[in-house]
Every structure is written in structure tokens, then in C-alpha cells.
């Protein structure tokens, strides 16, 4: 699914007016995984709510196949994931993915079952558990699964694992890449960790301190799996490293 | 529950239970040592010889209360939950019916309640009406708060949803409700009895406030102090099984993984 931002631009008012982003132009191919890394509050959760219709843009224009983010919301294109599994604390694992079904199903045939998608997520045992009985790594296994079962063509993820423990991290994202090269979905995600970036993502959007703009945009051409040994891998470290601290040195 | 769980309840209760003895010894000790006179404060031994002696008059009045009690709070807590809903569906009506609601309840119900006995007689009607105005304003703001109040991140979960109004109201701000729901309820139901009582003070021709205006106007102090530890005792039993429904119904945030 193709995504076209054209000069995105966007403020938030409260008493005084804050330019969280400015001039925001992408394209995006079906299929990618784009990473979106930059410092706090460089407005790259902003991007992530205008696309999914959270928030609507003060200017400029985002495409996702030609329609608006309201139209794709409206006809399930897009999937969100937050940093907070956002669980419903009174539905067990199984009734939490049954809802999040109930809605797909108003847009599409869905071919993915509840007992298929938590097997995929590896929660099957967990199917009759309430979620505060679940660790962190698995309440977002619930969310991830959440997001597969709406079988949406874009994901819109904000720092999803952020949150959570680094080996529990690094399985959950190697999980995630897993599922994503399967189904091969568009793929934005919001992080901060840039090695992870460069793992996971062909494409790694570079954004400045705010107002967000887009100082870094580099395609990763590397085979998988890619090894942080790897020369070409501490290039695009090493690349990417210099394009934040160059901008942190000039805001 | 585990064990450990059950003993610290079982703990809790035995200090719960031998505070209140101590307080009942304390007093009988008391009214024995300064032979204080029974119209003034009868001994907790001479109240409880009232209440044995009268079981059936105590009986037919503390149902007549309690009736008025319940049914009071069932309306007021109905109509509570059902304006909260139609004012966070229909926010625009929130400042208007609010400040009615605001009014209503800062009008002294003391000074309402005769009017109404006068209004509607000296049946049971002008009572459970006190009640249910008593118990209708807690309920309302809380449901509201808690209708309100949703997790943000839900919200943006369900908006990607492109959940309609009605199915987030249904899905989210209902079961988001419960616990403050929950916490109205053991706010009101002791508050229900006081109304009941209150309202039986400016007439009725039974209950346990009828009874205690009688005894308070024949100084009759052991009919008045039995019919107190009724309403005590019913309050307290009113508000531990509203605390168990509520570990029941809000297990999500009372559960021992919590």
C-alpha cells in the first residue's frame, strides 16, 4: 500500500501555539518497514496519530492509496499499536482478540481465527487469562496480536516495546520481523533505539528536534540477518549517529 | 485466595471485633462506675435486653427502614446511572444539568423532608423520594468520572477501530465505570439509611426513626440506643457486602496479582 506525505506540517495549540512538525514529505512503498528514529518529542508519535486519524494535520496531505487516513480508518486499512499494550482489562486474552475481530470483520473477510492468531504470538496456553495476570512482554504479545488479527496492510506502531525489558525486547522485535516478512505489511515504526533500526527496517527516517522535520533518510541495503559486526552495519550507526548529534549541536 | 490471604483477613477481623468489645466493656464499665442514669445513657447490657425483649417490634420497624432504604437507593442509583449516560453521550447538556443536579443537592434535605411529608402524607413514598434524592448525586458525578475518565490509549485504540460513539460507550466507558460505580455505592448506602431515618423524623407511621423520635420524646434511651445499633449494624453489614461485590466485580483491579 502506497503512503504519500506531502508537506505535513502540524501545530498544537495550548495557549500558545508549539510546531510539533514541519514539512514533513515522504513516500513510501507497499511493504516497508520504515523506522522512524529521532530525540524526544521530535513529534514522530505526531506523524504515527495524523496517519491513523488520531489527530488531523494544520497542513499539508497524507495519501494512504490515494484516500485520506479518515477513509482508510474507515475502511480498516490501518492497525495501531501504542507503547501501552492498551488492553481491555476486563476481557480475558481470547475475548481482548474477539473484539479486536468483531471490528476487522465490519471491512473485510478476515482469514485469521483467535486460536491461529495466538499461536502466532505464542499465547495460546495464556487464552483464558485476564491480562493483569500477564508479564509486559506478553501483554504486548496480546497487542501484537491484536494488530495481526485486524489483517490491516498498513501498522502503525509507537515505540510498541519501549517499554519493556531489553531480552524481552529483542524477542518480541525479532518475533515482530518474523511476522512482518510473512505477511509483508507496510510497516511504520517508532523507535529510539537505532540499532534495532537498522535490524529491522529497510528504510530509517531521521527526524530533528522540534519542530519535527526530516533530517535522515537512508535505505538500508543489508541481507539478513544483519550482524552489528557487519562494516556496512556501523556505517549506517555510525551515519545515523552523526546526523543526530549534528542536529542536536545545531537546535 | 491463598492462604496467607485468608489468615490476614481472619486477623483483621478478630482486631476488628475485639476493638468494638473493648468499646462496649468500656462503656458498660463507665455507666456502672458512675451510676450514670438510664435517660441519660443507658448501659450497651440494658440495650441489648431491649432488643431481645422487643424482637418483632424492632423486626416490623427495621423492615419498613431498610425497605425504604433499599428502594430509594435502587432509584436513585437507576436514575443516576441512566442521566450520567445520557449526559456523557450528550455532552453539550452536561453544564445545564449539572448545575440543576448541584442545586438540587445543595438544598438541605433536612428542610425538604417535611415539606414532602406534607406533599405526599405519611406513608413510605416521601422516603424512599429522600433516599433516592440522597443517593442520586454521588452516583451521577461518579458514573460521569468514570465514563470520562477512560484510558487514553484505549480510546486511541478504539478510534482506529473507527468505533462509533455508541460502541465505545458500550465497550469502554461502561465496564471503565464499574469501580467508580462500586465506590458511589459504599458511599451511598450508608447514606440511604440516614435519609430513611431522617425522612421518618418528620413523620411516618412505622420505621426505626419513628421509633427513635418516640423513645427521644419519652427519654425512653435504651428503645432509642437499640434502634441505633440496628441501623449501625445494617450499615456495616450494607458496606462489607458491598466491599465483597466489589472485589467481585472490579477483579481486575482488586485481584492479588494487583
Redesign the interface.
Known amino acids: 500500500m502506497n503512503v504519500s506525505i506531502e508537506s505535513l506540517s502540524h501545530s498544537f495549540f495550548n495557549g500558545t501555539e508549539t510546531q510539533a512538525l514541519s514539512e514533513i514529505t515522504v513516500n513510501a512503498q507497499p511493504g516497508h518497514f520504515i523506522a522512524i528514529i529521532g530525540p524526544s518529542g521530535c513529534g514522530k508519535s505526531t506523524l504515527l496519530?495524523l496517519m491513523?486519524?488520531?489527530i488531523e494535520p494544520t497542513n499539508g496531505e497524507i495519501l494512504i492509496d490515494g484516500i485520506s487516513p479518515k477513509k482508510a480508518?474507515?475502511q480498516?486499512k490501518?492497525?495501531?499499536m501504542?507503547q501501552?499494550p492498551?488492553l481491555?482489562?476486563?476481557l480475558s486474552v481470547e475475548k481482548n482478540l474477539e473484539?479486536?475481530l468483531d471490528?476487522?470483520k465490519r471491512y473485510k473477510t478476515t482469514t485469521l481465527g483467535v486460536s491461529e492468531t495466538l499461536q502466532m504470538v505464542g499465547l495460546t496456553s495464556a487464552a483464558q487469562q485476564?491480562?493483569?495476570?500477564l508479564s509486559g512482554g506478553m501483554q504486548q504479545r496480546l497487542s501484537l496480536a491484536r494488530v495481526l488479527i485486524q489483517q490491516a496492510q498498513i501498522w502503525?506502531m509507537d515505540e510498541p516495546f519501549a517499554a519493556l525489558d531489553e531480552l524481552t525486547r529483542e524477542k518480541l522485535t525479532s518475533d515482530l520481523w518474523e511476522i512482518w516478512k510473512a505477511l509483508k505489511p507496510s510497516v511504520f515504526w517508532v523507535t529510539h533505539n537505532i540499532y534495532e533500526a537498522i535490524k529491522m527496517a529497510d528504510r530509517i527516517l531521521v527526524f530533528s528536534s522540534q519542530p519535527g522535520k526530516i533530517v535522515g533518510d537512508f535505505d538500508i541495503n543489508l541481507t539478513f540477518p544483519r550482524q552489528e559486526e557487519n562494516s556496512q552495519f556501523q556505517f549506517y550507526l555510525s551515519s545515523i549517529r552523526q546526523v543526530l548529534q549534528t542536529n542536536q549541536r545545531m537546535s | 485466595m491463598n492462604s496467607s490471604m485468608k489468615n490476614k483477613k481472619k486477623n483483621s477481623f478478630w482486631v476488628a471485633a475485639t476493638i468494638i468489645l473493648i468499646f462496649f466493656i468500656f462503656w458498660e464499665l463507665l455507666v456502672f462506675i458512675k451510676k450514670t442514669p438510664v435517660y441519660i445513657l443507658p448501659a450497651p447490657s440494658r440495650i441489648l435486653v431491649t432488643l431481645y425483649e422487643n424482637p418483632l417490634f424492632y423486626l416490623q420497624a427495621s423492615s419498613i427502614t431498610l425497605g425504604e432504604a433499599i428502594i430509594g437507593l435502587i432509584i436513585g442509583v437507576l436514575a443516576g446511572i441512566l442521566l450520567a449516560s445520557i449526559l456523557v453521550l450528550l455532552p453539550g447538556l452536561e453544564d445545564g444539568v449539572m448545575t440543576l443536579a448541584i442545586f438540587i443537592k445543595s438544598t438541605p434535605l433536612v428542610a425538604i423532608a417535611p415539606l414532602l411529608t406534607l406533599w405526599l402524607g405519611f406513608g413510605v413514598l416521601p422516603k424512599i423520594l429522600i433516599t433516592a434524592l440522597l443517593s442520586f448525586f454521588p452516583v451521577l458525578v461518579n458514573i460521569i468520572s468514570g465514563m470520562q475518565r477512560v484510558d487514553p490509549a484505549l480510546m486511541d485504540l478504539f478510534r482506529s477501530w473507527n468505533a462509533s460513539k455508541m460502541e465505545i460507550f458500550r465497550h469502554l466507558r461502561v465496564p471503565s465505570s464499574i469501580p467508580y460505580l462500586c465506590t458511589a455505592l459504599k458511599i451511598t448506602a450508608p447514606l440511604s439509611l440516614i435519609g430513611a431515618v431522617v425522612a421518618e423524623w418528620t413523620g411516618a407511621s412505622g420505621g426505626l426513626g419513628r421509633i427513635m423520635w418516640l423513645a427521644y420524646s419519652n427519654l425512653n434511651l435504651p428503645f432509642l440506643f437499640a434502634a441505633i445499633f440496628i441501623l449501625a449494624a445494617a450499615g456495616m453489614i450494607i458496606y462489607r457486602l458491598l466491599s465483597w461485590v466489589e472485589i467481585k466485580a472490579v477483579f481486575w483491579q482488586t485481584s492479588n496479582f494487583n
Not at chain 1, 130 to 133: G, L, Q
Request: charge should be neutral.
Open positions: 496519530r491513523a486519524n488520531l480508518v474507515e480498516g490501518i492497525a495501531w501504542s501501552s492498551a481491555l482489562p476486563w473484539l479486536a471490528f476487522s485476564y491480562p493483569f495476570t502503525l
